[in-house]
């Protein structure tokens, strides 16, 4: 974890220009919020072979994440 807050604190950009590359959907599935709160695109959607109009918001719902 200290190599992540590390990067934030230094301005890391993180890539959400890929589902795949999109850190936001594997830390709703770790329930890890610290990348919310640091500025990550939580507004982006994506369309492709497995996800139609797929958010973060849906995607965590898709889980069973309540809390969101």
Do not use: W
């Not at 992540?4 to 890539?15: K, Q, W």
């Amino acid at each position: 974890m200290a190599i992540v807050e590390y990067l934030f604190d230094n301005g890391v950009i993180l890539d959400v220009s890929d589902p795949n590359r999109n850190s936001l959907f594997s830390a709703i599935y770790d329930r890890h919020l610290n990348i919310v709160k640091n500025g990550i695109d939580i507004t982006v959607k994506y369309t492709g072979d497995t996800m139609k109009d797929m958010g973060a918001y849906e995607f965590a719902t898709e889980r069973g994440q309540k809390n969101c």
